[in-house]
């Protein structure tokens, strides 16, 4: 089943969607680009390798056995009512994404995990392969969390399988640096997460980080007022501020970087006026 939906349609169309943002990105540039684009590709597919294979070959065969068990064990939401395939299809998707906006909340709040998600916002500039900079440790802790939530909901292993290929291309699209008609983006922000809304995430001030924490649907971010959207995108400098030295952020740095001790945020405060769910250029 992995082979015939992840391997055979996902991978290829993760591939393509990559390749496009990335041409995309290089043509219609979002944010000014602040270090060399180069460089930083190359040490985020590599700190990345460790994580990809722990996704392919621990994260998602371990949660599609856990889906399928469940199916004898019959536990969580989606085995409590009855419905047609596409309806139950829906709630899972759903509810997989929201169990999701509470892990990412739990990555900045939890110390022992923001040691590990740090790994990924100390990127000094965002763009497409920002989306794979993320630290081993992290995919080892969301195992435990998926896994529940997976239990927790009775997805299928089929809407496990979905939702993973779905949630790895909203992660490719949000963090890119394509810059998006305003207007069409405002309207498409509306439903999912996009560029402009999850560039402020990256931010260097801590109210901006501590926002926005959707991955595809940004209704979540709306419903629990942890929406930020009035910051302009040539406003924000990317990163965090205690790890802002290149030097520090090398391949063998980042690798060890959650089990060294964690520097405090060094705050800058920035005014903004008070729409905070309207979205600026
Ligand atoms: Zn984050």
Same mark, same amino acid.
């Given at each position: 089943?992995?082979? $015939?939906? /992840?391997?055979?349609?996902?991978?290829?169309?993760?591939?393509?969607?990559?390749?496009?943002? @990335?041409?995309?990105?290089? +043509? /219609? &540039?979002?944010?000014?680009?602040?270090?060399?684009?180069?460089?930083?590709?190359?040490?985020?597919?590599? !700190?990345?390798?460790? =994580?990809?294979? *722990?996704?392919?070959?621990?994260?998602?065969?371990?949660?599609?056995?856990?889906?399928?068990?469940?199916?004898?064990?019959? @536990?969580? !939401?989606?085995?409590?009512?009855?419905?047609?395939? =596409?309806?139950? $299809?829906?709630?899972?998707?759903?509810?997989?994404?929201?169990?999701?906006?509470?892990?990412?909340?739990?990555?900045?709040?939890?110390?022992? *995990? #923001?040691? @590990?998600?740090?790994? %990924?916002?100390?990127?000094?500039?965002?763009?497409?392969?920002?989306?794979?900079?993320?630290?081993?440790?992290?995919?080892?802790?969301?195992? @435990?969390?998926?896994?529940? $939530?997976?239990?927790?909901?009775?997805?299928?292993?089929?809407?496990?399988?979905?939702?993973?290929?779905?949630?790895?291309? $909203?992660? &490719?699209? %949000? %963090?890119?640096?394509?810059?998006?008609?305003?207007?069409?983006?405002?309207?498409?922000?509306?439903?999912?997460?996009?560029?402009?809304?999850?560039?402020?995430?990256?931010?260097?001030?801590?109210?901006?980080?501590?926002?926005?924490?959707?991955?595809?649907?940004? /209704? #979540?971010?709306?419903?629990?007022?942890?929406?930020?959207?009035?910051? %302009?995108?040539?406003?924000?400098?990317?990163?965090?501020?205690?790890?802002?030295?290149?030097?520090?952020?090398?391949?063998?740095?980042? #690798?060890?970087?959650? /089990?060294?001790?964690?520097?405090? #945020?060094?705050?800058?405060?920035?005014?903004?006026? +008070?729409?905070?769910? &309207?979205?600026?250029?």
């Amino acid at each position: 089943m992995i082979k $015939a939906i /992840f391997d055979t349609y996902g991978t290829p169309l993760l591939i393509a969607l990559f390749a496009i943002l @990335f041409l995309v990105e290089s +043509k /219609f &540039q979002l944010r000014k680009r602040v270090h060399n684009r180069w460089k930083r590709m190359f040490i985020n597919l590599i !700190v990345s390798i460790p =994580a990809f294979a *722990l996704l392919r070959l621990l994260f998602i065969p371990l949660m599609v056995w856990l889906a399928v068990q469940n199916q004898t064990w019959q @536990f969580g !939401v989606n085995y409590l009512y009855e419905s047609s395939f =596409a309806g139950k $299809a829906v709630v899972s998707f759903l509810l997989l994404d929201y169990s999701i906006y509470i892990w990412h909340i739990l990555l900045h709040k939890l110390p022992i *995990l #923001w040691r @590990f998600h740090l790994v %990924h916002h100390t990127d000094l500039d965002l763009d497409v392969t920002t989306a794979f900079r993320f630290h081993f440790g992290e995919m080892i802790g969301s195992i @435990f969390y998926r896994g529940a $939530a997976i239990l927790v909901i009775g997805a299928s292993p089929l809407m496990v399988l979905i939702y993973e290929i779905v949630f790895e291309a $909203a992660t &490719q699209f %949000h %963090h890119s640096n394509m810059k998006l008609p305003y207007r069409f983006e405002k309207i498409l922000n509306y439903i999912i997460v996009t560029p402009r809304m999850h560039g402020i995430h990256h931010s260097m001030i801590k109210k901006e980080t501590d926002s926005n924490y959707s991955v595809i649907f940004s /209704f #979540w971010d709306r419903i629990h007022k942890t929406v930020r959207l009035n910051v %302009h995108q040539n406003e924000i400098v990317t990163g965090v501020p205690s790890y802002a030295d290149e030097r520090e952020l090398t391949i063998g740095k980042l #690798w060890i970087l959650p /089990f060294k001790s964690i520097r405090q #945020w060094k705050d800058s405060e920035r005014q903004t006026d +008070k729409k905070f769910n &309207q979205l600026k250029k």
